[in-house]
Nanobody, 126 residues
């Protein structure tokens, strides 16, 4: 069973930066971490889930939501089964619980995520 654990959240002032990490485990020998599309989504209280990014396995091609383009960078470390999300120029509206996810897709402008674990809270003060 694939398990994902996000970390690195915290409280930061507007304009600041944070780097989120996500450790993945539980992959089978036949279908390992590097076969999964990995992504991030977020959810703020009282709001719907928002797709943030999705990286296609084997290509390192990442799609980003318009509201994070130019500010967030996702990366994947296949040697450590870990993904990161470098967030810069943070805004108060970026405050949310951030989740990393496996088996993501981005089709017709919609992100979908199949597997995720516990998220990490990001709070941006104005």
């Amino acid at each position: 069973e694939v398990q994902l654990q996000a970390s690195g959240g915290g409280l930061v002032q507007a304009g600041g930066s944070l780097r989120l990490s996500c450790e993945a485990s539980g992959f089978s020998s036949d279908f390992g971490f590097d076969n999964y599309n990995m992504g991030w989504f977020r959810q703020a209280p009282g709001k719907e889930r928002e797709g943030v990014s999705c990286t296609t396995s084997g290509t390192d091609v990442t799609t980003y939501a318009d509201f994070v383009k130019g500010r967030f960078i996702a990366s994947t470390d296949n040697d450590k089964d870990t993904v990161h999300l470098q967030m810069s120029n943070l805004k108060p509206e970026d405050s949310a619980v951030y989740y990393c996810a496996a088996h993501c897709t981005f089709v017709n402008g919609i992100y979908e995520y199949e597997i995720w674990g516990q998220g990490t809270q990001v709070t941006v003060s104005s």
